[in-house]
């Protein structure tokens, strides 16, 4: 046999022997900005389990078809996506692979509940789930004010720092409960950062800022001193007051478990001689990961590829300096000398920095409610339309957007003294904006608000010639109301009516009432 053949039968020997059982990860990842009746949505519930669930599927060797993320969903999704991945769990622990389980939720809990819309999942029923879930370590990592409920049972921990077990020559096994708050503290949300603050420092952790040993591994011990850290000191000064998170574990066997990997071929570095706060942003001003660094050693940062801003608030205060950074493949050195000195005023971070804006596009049916309106002056009309709205940067549920349509239709006018019906071809074009209010309640969401318009109308009359064409232009005021059905995180089905009220003169003085009903489909952009 030669070496090379010999060489290959060892490495597969090795492989094969006992013990040498590959790793299988799953994860649930949640994001539920409704918590029902009593609470007020939030901003970036979702954008949180977007966020982490990118990152485990990135970073934490979890793949794609072992991932489970779950927008805006109920009690009963939730029980059936862990039910799932137990299934999958116990099949690769037969097949003698180890076993992960990550479990994400950001979202409401109140009174020892996770609020999923109008259902609820009792923290003592999710604990229960997580200690028997056929998997080696058990993870689970709550986002949602008082959580820290789900850790009464054995006591809470503040501190910032885990005892990891080492009593034994196997990997870790147990179960770990990690929530955002304690059981009698809000957690909070923040406008500036776009997520709530927790999980944003969770995400820079795990990006890399939390490898404080430097060797390429963020580990769960690390990942919680960061976010622990990072958190009451971004709370402190808040109106909703200090923020502990909070763990309780019952961690055997050897070692930590790594939660990411850093690949430092691929990655955003900050060289070792630069210090200061740093803040990354995407491309939609949003900001993605903080460092806090200190000179001495470099710290680098897994971002995905794309463009990237990076912003340093300078000693003075008054000024920050930003830099445009795009990644592909390959790491790549933040040049601090390349940045730009910009005042405080024009921080990219600031504005809409959390709207999230979708586009939407319909037919529809326009009709006026006077008879006499519809036979002798505008006849009935299919409309084609485009929306461009934006929610989540005015607050409170409000959302506005923009929109332009056209259509026209076509009738026959009806005079009096034996005249014969004269043909009538009609036409408009209109753009307005709107404001309205969003009542969300699970994949439906229903809103109602009010619209002002520009509307250019035209009449001709192709079989009279000495009949003159008419064209105006006016300002048409009205309210509307729309009802969608979110069918995937960036599709919605939609049903809109608004009721207008036209300012008219041209065959004499009148107001007129008219209708018009749409049906769509919209899309959520940059989701």
């Known amino acids: 046999m030669s070496r090379a053949a010999a060489s290959a039968a060892l490495a597969l020997l090795l492989l094969a022997r006992p013990g040498a059982a590959a790793e299988r990860r799953f994860a649930v990842v949640a994001g539920q900005p409704d918590g029902g009746s009593g609470t007020v949505r939030l901003r970036f519930a979702e954008r949180d389990a977007r966020r982490i669930h990118a990152i485990l599927t990135r970073l934490g060797g979890v793949a794609e078809g072992d991932a489970r993320l779950l927008l805006s969903p109920d009690a009963a999704e939730v029980r059936r996506a862990l039910g799932d991945l137990f299934e999958q769990s116990r099949r690769a622990a037969a097949a003698g692979d180890s076993t992960t389980l990550f479990f994400y939720y950001s979202g409401h809990a109140k009174d020892g509940e996770l609020r999923l819309g109008h259902s609820r999942l009792p923290l003592a029923e999710l604990r229960a789930a997580l200690h028997g879930a056929p998997a080696d370590v058990r993870v689970a990592l709550l986002d949602s004010c008082q959580s820290g409920a789900i850790t009464r049972s054995k006591g809470v921990r503040r501190a910032p720092a885990f005892d990891v077990a080492r009593d034994g020559g196997q990997g870790p096994r147990g179960l770990v409960l990690i929530a955002s708050s304690a059981a009698s503290e809000d957690s909070q949300e923040s406008d500036y950062i776009g997520g709530s603050f927790f999980t944003h420092y969770l995400a820079s952790g795990l990006l890399g800022d939390a490898d404080v040993s430097g060797d390429g591994k963020v580990t769960l011990a690390e990942a919680y001193a960061y976010a622990y850290g990072r958190t009451v000191a971004s709370t402190a000064d808040t109106a909703g007051g200090i923020q502990h998170p909070v763990y309780q574990y019952d961690l055997g066997g050897s070692g930590d478990v790594v939660l990411t990997e850093i690949d430092p071929a691929a990655a955003l570095v900050l060289p070792a001689p630069l210090e200061g706060h740093y803040v990354v942003l995407d491309s939609g001003s949003r ?192 309210l509307v109301a729309a009802a969608a059905w979110r069918f995937s995180p960036s599709l919605a089905a939609v049903a809109r009516g608004r009721v207008n009220y036209l300012f008219y003169n041209v065959d004499g003085n009148k107001s007129l009432g008219f209708a018009e009903l749409m049906l769509g489909v919209e899309y959520a952009l940059g989701n």
Do not use: C, N
């Open 287 to 478: 900001a993605v990961a903080e460092v806090s660094k200190g000179p001495g050693a470099p710290r680098r940062l897994a971002l995905p590829p794309g463009s990237y801003t990076v912003k340093k608030r300078l000693a003075a205060g008054d000024a920050l300096l930003v830099g445009d950074v795009t990644l592909a493949k390959g790491a790549v050195d933040l040049d601090e000398g390349r940045m730009r000195r910009v005042p405080l005023s024009r921080d990219p971070q600031k504005g809409f920095s959390g709207a999230r804006w979708s586009l939407l596009a319909g037919l529809g049916y326009q009709g006026f409610f006077s008879a006499a309106a519809r036979d002798g002056y505008f006849p009935p009309a299919a409309l084609g339309g485009l929306e461009l709205s934006s929610r989540d940067d005015l607050g409170h549920g409000l959302a506005w957007g923009m929109d332009l349509s056209a259509g026209g239709g076509g009738s026959f006018l009806s005079l009096s003294g034996g005249v014969p019906p004269i043909k009538v071809q009609f036409g408009e074009v209109s753009g307005g904006a709107s404001l309205w209010l969003d009542y969300p309640a699970g994949p439906l969401t229903l809103s109602a608000g009010g619209r002002v318009a520009f509307i250019y109308l035209s009449r001709r009359f192709p079989d009279r010639a000495e009949l003159r064409s008419q064209y105006f232009f006016t300002v048409t005021p009205g």
